[in-house]
C-alpha cells in the first residue's frame, strides 16, 4: 500500500504542510503573478548598473547573502570619502517564505543599490515552520557579525565589501517579516561591541507588529495580494515558538512582554508605513512607542497604498499612484541613508 501525504496546513496559494512534515512552497496562486517569485541568478556583470552574486558567509551553517554592487567609480582615496554605505537585506514573506533572490527584491533591491548608490547585503534567512524564530533573527545578527569580522579585516576579505564598502555606515532594512528583524538585530547589536563598524541605522518597511486582539485597521482596511489577515494569522502560528501568541516581543516588541524600548541601545530609525495596510495600526503603537521612549525615529508614510506595495512588480509598473509612491518610498530612504 503506498503512503499517501496528507494536507495539514495551507496559507493561501503559498505554502502546504503535510502530515510527514513536508513542506511545499510551489506557487499555486495566479500565474501571471508567479515571476515576481522566480529566483534571479546572480550576475557579475553589470546589468542596468548593477552586479549581484551569491556569498556563503558561514560554512559550517550554509548560511549565504546576494550581495548588490552599484556601478561606480573604483575608490583611489586614502579615506572612506567614495566609499559606499552598506545595507544589511531582510527578505519578508511572515517568516515562512520567499528568498532572497526572488525578482520582487530584485527589482527593488537593484534600484535601491543604485539610487543610494549603496551596495545592498540580502541574507538567506532561514524559514519556519522549519525553523521557529528566533532562526531568522540569529540568521540576521549572523550576517551583522560577518560585517564586523569584514570591517576587522584580519581573517576576513569578500573583494565588494573590503574595497567599496564603508563600514562606518551599516545600515539594516527589511520588508515586512524583515522589518521586525530590524528591530530585533539592531536591539541585540546594541549589546555587543561592533567596532570598527558603525551600525548607523534601521529601515523596517510595514514591519509586521501585531498582537493577539485584532487592531482597527486590521478590521476596516482592505487585504492585499501581499498581506491577508489569513496569512498574518497562519504565518505567525507557525513561525512563533510553538505555544506562543501574537504578543511575543518577535511580532509585538511594543508589547508589555517585550523588553521595554527605553532600555535598549538603538540607533535611528526610519518607520515606513502604507496608509491603507491591514497593520498599519500597529506599526503606529510601536511609532508612539518608540517616541516615548525617547527614541531617534522618524516616519515615512506612503498615501493610498497597501502593504509591500512596490514588492509588486505588475502595479508599479500599471499603477501610476503606486510608482510614484515607490519612488517616494526610495527618495524617503536615500535621503535617510545620507544624512546618517
Same mark, same amino acid.
Given at each position: 500500500?503506498?503512503?499517501?501525504?496528507?494536507?495539514?496546513? %495551507?496559507?493561501?496559494?503559498?505554502?502546504?504542510?503535510?502530515?510527514?512534515?513536508?513542506?511545499?512552497?510551489?506557487?499555486?496562486?495566479?500565474?501571471?503573478?508567479?515571476?515576481?517569485?522566480?529566483?534571479?541568478?546572480?550576475? %557579475?556583470?553589470?546589468?542596468?548598473?548593477?552586479? @549581484?552574486?551569491?556569498?556563503?558567509?558561514?560554512?559550517?551553517?550554509?548560511?549565504?547573502?546576494?550581495?548588490?554592487?552599484?556601478?561606480?567609480?573604483?575608490?583611489?582615496?586614502?579615506?572612506? #570619502?567614495?566609499?559606499?554605505?552598506?545595507?544589511?537585506?531582510?527578505?519578508?514573506?511572515?517568516?515562512?517564505?520567499?528568498?532572497?533572490?526572488?525578482?520582487?527584491?530584485?527589482?527593488?533591491?537593484?534600484?535601491?543599490?543604485?539610487?543610494?548608490?549603496?551596495?545592498?547585503?540580502?541574507?538567506?534567512?532561514?524559514?519556519?515552520?522549519?525553523?521557529?524564530?528566533?532562526?531568522?533573527?540569529?540568521?540576521?545578527?549572523?550576517?551583522? /557579525?560577518?560585517?564586523?569580522?569584514?570591517?576587522?579585516?584580519?581573517?576576513?576579505?569578500?573583494?565588494?565589501? #573590503?574595497?567599496?564598502?564603508?563600514?562606518?555606515?551599516?545600515?539594516?532594512?527589511?520588508?515586512?517579516?524583515?522589518?521586525?528583524?530590524?528591530?530585533?538585530?539592531?536591539?541585540?547589536?546594541?549589546?555587543?561591541?561592533?567596532?570598527? /563598524?558603525?551600525?548607523?541605522?534601521?529601515?523596517?518597511?510595514?514591519?509586521?507588529?501585531?498582537?493577539?486582539?485584532?487592531?482597527?485597521?486590521?478590521?476596516?482596511?482592505?487585504?492585499?495580494?501581499?498581506?491577508?489577515?489569513?496569512?498574518?494569522?497562519?504565518?505567525?502560528?507557525?513561525?512563533?515558538?510553538?505555544?506562543?501568541?501574537?504578543?511575543?516581543?518577535?511580532?509585538?516588541?511594543?508589547?508589555?512582554?517585550?523588553?521595554?524600548?527605553?532600555?535598549?541601545?538603538?540607533?535611528?530609525?526610519?518607520?515606513?508605513?502604507?496608509?491603507?495596510?491591514?497593520?498599519?495600526?500597529?506599526? /503606529?503603537?510601536?511609532?508612539?512607542?518608540?517616541?516615548?521612549?525617547?527614541?531617534?525615529?522618524?516616519?515615512?508614510?506612503?498615501?493610498?497604498?497597501?502593504?509591500?506595495?512596490?514588492?509588486?512588480?505588475?502595479?508599479?509598473?500599471?499603477?501610476?499612484? @503606486?510608482?510614484?509612491?515607490?519612488?517616494?518610498?526610495? %527618495?524617503?530612504?536615500?535621503?535617510?541613508?545620507?544624512?546618517?
Amino acid at each position: 500500500m503506498v503512503y499517501q501525504r496528507k494536507l495539514v496546513e %495551507e496559507v493561501s496559494g503559498w505554502l502546504r504542510i503535510f502530515d510527514d512534515g513536508w513542506v511545499d512552497r510551489t506557487w499555486t496562486g495566479p500565474p501571471e503573478v508567479k515571476f515576481m517569485s522566480e529566483p534571479v541568478p546572480p550576475h %557579475e556583470e553589470f546589468i542596468e548598473g548593477v552586479a @549581484t552574486r551569491d556569498v556563503t558567509i558561514d560554512e559550517n551553517s550554509g548560511l549565504g547573502v546576494r550581495i548588490y554592487l552599484p556601478q561606480n567609480e573604483p575608490d583611489h582615496s586614502a579615506d572612506n #570619502s567614495n566609499k559606499l554605505p552598506i545595507i544589511i537585506h531582510f527578505h519578508g514573506g511572515g517568516f515562512c517564505i520567499s528568498q532572497a533572490d526572488w525578482y520582487m527584491y530584485y527589482h527593488i533591491y537593484s534600484r535601491l543599490a543604485r539610487s543610494a548608490p549603496a551596495i545592498v547585503v540580502s541574507v538567506y534567512l532561514r524559514l519556519a515552520p522549519e525553523h521557529r524564530l528566533p532562526a531568522a533573527i540569529d540568521d540576521g545578527f549572523s550576517a551583522l /557579525m560577518w560585517l564586523r569580522a569584514l570591517a576587522q579585516g584580519e581573517h576576513s576579505y569578500e573583494p565588494w565589501l #573590503s574595497n567599496y564598502g564603508d563600514f562606518n555606515r551599516v545600515f539594516l532594512i527589511g520588508d515586512s517579516s524583515g522589518g521586525n528583524l530590524v528591530h530585533h538585530v539592531a536591539a541585540r547589536a546594541g549589546q555587543v561591541d561592533l567596532s570598527p /563598524m558603525r551600525l548607523a541605522g534601521g529601515i523596517p518597511v510595514h514591519p509586521g507588529f501585531v498582537r493577539s486582539e485584532r487592531s482597527k485597521s486590521e478590521m476596516e482596511q482592505p487585504e492585499s495580494p501581499f498581506l491577508t489577515l489569513d496569512m498574518v494569522d497562519r504565518f505567525l502560528k507557525l513561525a512563533l515558538p510553538k505555544g506562543c501568541t501574537k504578543d511575543h516581543p518577535f511580532t509585538c516588541p511594543m508589547g508589555h512582554a517585550a523588553p521595554p524600548l527605553d532600555s535598549l541601545n538603538l540607533p535611528p530609525f526610519l518607520l515606513c508605513v502604507a496608509e491603507t495596510d491591514l497593520i498599519r495600526d500597529t506599526e /503606529m503603537e510601536y511609532y508612539d512607542a518608540m517616541n516615548k521612549a525617547n527614541k531617534d525615529v522618524e516616519l515615512l508614510i506612503n498615501p493610498g497604498v497597501g502593504h509591500s506595495f512596490y514588492l509588486n512588480k505588475i502595479a508599479v509598473d500599471m499603477d501610476p499612484h @503606486t510608482a510614484a509612491q515607490t519612488s517616494a518610498l526610495l %527618495e524617503g530612504i536615500v535621503e535617510f541613508i545620507k544624512k546618517h
